[in-house]
């Protein structure tokens, strides 16, 4: 029997022969095969050769037992159309990237209003949690409940959209166990790692599996860098702790991969810790995120441009070169104070390396405005370095963060940003939109009731174009201190919709259909 007919019986065998036949398949190859009596290679001066003491799997028992107290389930009253839609993404190998979103209950047709379940950590004894920002965007109420059945009310802090962060705080008179950030760039593939949570609303489950890849990037924010687990991940999950054996959390459970939209499929997604530590820091002092600017456009570097411009090839054969490839430069940014210009190709951060322009925009963001940083590149063949500070991405395109207000203390909620060359690159408008962006959206403001988005493009005011953010201001303070509803037209994911709001906040004139809270946590 061939070696190919050995194959096609182990993998056409039925379910109750399958054993034998690969067996005796396999048995047959290595007693008739060319091969009988030991495999022999020419030339074996790479082949890999796994060494180490033999391990045990692991016992998670004792360790469940000291974590579990502090891990929460969290219940969320939330807007039917800000679940609307929940659980989609972007694709990847054929499948669908959805959160594992709350657990959904019956809803509550006279109030609109959505019960959902997630999960959570409590990271210190006065009551912080920390969880998913798609856990309790658009709430009206949040509760938590303890691992010993006590439920508390809690209060969202603030969220962060862009890496899908949210710390809640609760009031109790006593102190409540917590647990400790670990740090996630010490977490290897192929190491193991435990996830507590409430999928499907079953409080108090434990998981566990192992690491499966680091500095994952599904398209779901600008900031992503997952840590791929095998550890089983379900809708209920969002928000929960992924510890290592040392009981330390290295990651915040956030997504998974699920061809069908259902559950698991064995490949979730966490937050790392080190980028959880940053966000609820600035969460809990300030109440909303402060991200780093340098002002380059850049993009990746392929050999044939590696080649024209002279560039370091990869040290793996076959492997784009590393570096993220600057196509543009920002005026009066960061980048071009530092002397940096087109054509240069950035490969070092700060003593970390760079190997793709999404890496840069990683690192940039979590370095705070006004820190000095070390930026090394190559030009012309050459390596060089410079010394650049960081500025603040907020503030960085002029108007940007200019919230919308009106006199007499009435307040829309928005912060806009001109409609530039780099926001059309990030957006994907050609020239011809005209607008102005939102660039924030404050949590529980009436721009947030209508259902207003980071993201969206406002191209007019009560019926008038604008082009730029101080008109749009002044078209919404006017309207808004006449006391009339105001009319928006707002350009989102390449359809024009029209949102009405009316002076006590309320909306009107929304189409069903229009995705408003689709699930996409994209704001800020």
């Given at each position: 029997?061939s070696e190919?007919?050995?194959t096609?019986v182990?993998?056409?065998?039925g379910?109750?022969?399958?054993?034998k036949?690969l067996?005796?398949?396999?048995m047959?190859v290595?007693?008739?095969?060319p091969?009988?009596?030991?495999?022999?290679?020419?030339?074996?001066?790479s082949?890999?050769?796994p060494?180490?003491?033999?391990?045990?799997?692991?016992?998670?028992?004792?360790?469940?037992?000291?974590?579990?107290?502090?891990v929460?389930?969290?219940?969320s009253?939330?807007?039917s159309?800000?679940?609307e839609?929940e659980?989609?993404?972007?694709?990847?190998?054929?499948?669908?990237?959805?959160?594992?979103?709350?657990?959904?209950?019956?809803?509550q047709?006279?109030?609109?209003?959505?019960?959902?379940?997630?999960?959570?950590f409590?990271?210190?004894?006065?009551?912080?949690?920390?969880?998913?920002?798609?856990v309790v965007?658009?709430a009206?109420?949040?509760?938590?409940?303890?691992?010993?059945?006590?439920?508390?009310?809690?209060?969202?802090?603030?969220?962060?959209?862009?890496?899908?962060?949210?710390l809640?705080?609760v009031?109790?008179?006593?102190?409540?166990?917590?647990?400790e950030?670990?740090?996630?760039?010490?977490?290897?593939?192929?190491?193991?790692?435990i996830?507590?949570?409430?999928p499907?609303?079953l409080?108090?489950?434990?998981?566990?599996?192992?690491?499966s890849?680091?500095?994952?990037?599904i398209?779901?924010g600008?900031y992503?860098?997952f840590?791929?687990?095998?550890?089983?991940?379900?809708?209920g999950?969002?928000?929960g702790p992924?510890?290592?054996?040392?009981g330390k959390v290295?990651?915040?459970?956030?997504?998974?991969?699920s061809?069908?939209?259902?559950?698991?499929?064995?490949?979730?997604?966490?937050?790392p810790s080190?980028?959880?530590?940053?966000?609820?820091?600035?969460?809990?002092?300030?109440?909303?995120?402060?991200?780093?600017?340098?002002?380059?456009n850049?993009?990746v570097?392929?050999?044939?441009?590696?080649?024209a411009?002279n560039?370091?090839?990869?040290?793996v054969?076959?492997a784009?070169?590393?570096?993220?490839?600057?196509?543009?430069v920002?005026?009066?940014?960061?980048?071009?104070k530092?002397g940096?210009?087109a054509?240069?190709?950035?490969?070092?951060?700060?003593?970390?390396?760079?190997?793709?322009?999404?890496?840069?925009a990683?690192r940039?963001?979590?370095?705070a405005?006004?820190?000095?940083?070390?930026?090394?590149?190559?030009?012309?063949?050459?390596?060089?370095?410079?010394t650049a500070?960081?500025?603040?991405?907020?503030?960085a395109a002029?108007d940007?963060?200019?919230?919308a207000?009106?006199?007499?203390?009435?307040?829309?909620?928005i912060?806009?940003?001109?409609?530039?060359?780099d926001?059309?690159?990030?957006l994907g408008?050609?020239q011809?939109?005209?607008?102005?962006?939102?660039?924030d959206?404050?949590?529980?403001?009436?721009?947030?009731q209508a259902?207003?988005?980071?993201?969206?493009?406002i191209?007019?005011?009560?019926?008038?174009q604008?082009?730029a953010?101080?008109?749009?201001?002044?078209l919404?303070?006017?309207?808004?201190?006449?006391?009339?509803?105001?009319?928006?037209?707002?350009?989102r994911d390449?359809q024009?919709?029209f949102?009405?709001?009316s002076?006590?906040g309320?909306t009107?004139?929304?189409?069903?259909?229009?995705g408003?809270?689709?699930g996409?946590?994209?704001?800020?």
């Amino acid at each position: 029997m061939s070696e190919k007919s050995v194959t096609n019986v182990c993998t056409r065998g039925g379910r109750r022969n399958w054993t034998k036949a690969l067996l005796a398949g396999c048995m047959l190859v290595s007693v008739s095969g060319p091969w009988a009596g030991g495999v022999s290679w020419a030339d074996t001066s790479s082949m890999i050769k796994p060494s180490g003491p033999t391990q045990r799997i692991p016992d998670f028992v004792e360790l469940v037992k000291q974590v579990k107290p502090a891990v929460v389930s969290i219940t969320s009253m939330i807007r039917s159309d800000a679940v609307e839609g929940e659980g989609g993404g972007m694709g990847m190998g054929g499948g669908p990237f959805p959160f594992p979103f709350p657990f959904q209950m019956m809803p509550q047709p006279s109030k609109q209003l959505i019960e959902a379940r997630g999960s959570g950590f409590v990271i210190s004894a006065d009551g912080y949690v920390v969880t998913n920002n798609h856990v309790v965007k658009g709430a009206t109420k949040v509760t938590v409940t303890l691992d010993d059945g006590t439920t508390l009310p809690a209060k969202v802090v603030g969220r962060d959209g862009k890496t899908d962060l949210a710390l809640l705080k609760v009031t109790t008179t006593q102190k409540l166990p917590f647990i400790e950030l670990g740090e996630s760039d010490d977490v290897q593939p192929g190491e193991w790692v435990i996830a507590v949570g409430n999928p499907y609303g079953l409080g108090g489950t434990v998981t566990a599996g192992i690491v499966s890849a680091r500095g994952r990037d599904i398209n779901e924010g600008p900031y992503d860098n997952f840590i791929q687990v095998d550890a089983p991940i379900n809708r209920g999950n969002s928000g929960g702790p992924l510890f290592t054996q040392d009981g330390k959390v290295v990651g915040v459970n956030t997504a998974i991969l699920s061809p069908s939209g259902g559950g698991s499929i064995g490949i979730g997604f966490a937050i790392p810790s080190d980028t959880v530590r940053s966000v609820v820091d600035q969460l809990r002092k300030t109440g909303h995120v402060v991200r780093g600017y340098l002002g380059v456009n850049a993009q990746v570097i392929s050999p044939v441009m590696a080649s024209a411009l002279n560039l370091p090839a990869s040290a793996v054969a076959g492997a784009p070169p590393a570096g993220a490839l600057v196509a543009s430069v920002s005026q009066d940014s960061p980048a071009e104070k530092a002397g940096l210009r087109a054509e240069d190709a950035i490969t070092d951060f700060n003593g970390q390396k760079i190997a793709t322009p999404h890496d840069l925009a990683v690192r940039v963001a979590a370095v705070a405005p006004g820190t000095q940083v070390t930026i090394g590149f190559v030009r012309a063949g050459k390596a060089q370095t410079v010394t650049a500070k960081i500025g603040n991405l907020a503030s960085a395109a002029g108007d940007a963060g200019k919230t919308a207000s009106a006199a007499g203390g009435q307040h829309l909620g928005i912060a806009l940003a001109p409609l530039n060359r780099d926001m059309r690159q990030q957006l994907g408008l050609p020239q011809d939109v005209h607008g102005v962006v939102v660039s924030d959206v404050e949590a529980g403001s009436p721009a947030d009731q209508a259902g207003i988005r980071p993201g969206d493009v406002i191209q007019s005011v009560g019926g008038q174009q604008v082009d730029a953010p101080k008109a749009a201001v002044g078209l919404i303070k006017t309207a808004m201190a006449a006391k009339k509803p105001l009319l928006l037209r707002v350009l989102r994911d390449g359809q024009s919709l029209f949102i009405a709001i009316s002076p006590d906040g309320s909306t009107a004139g929304l189409p069903a259909d229009n995705g408003v809270g689709n699930g996409d946590d994209d704001d800020n």
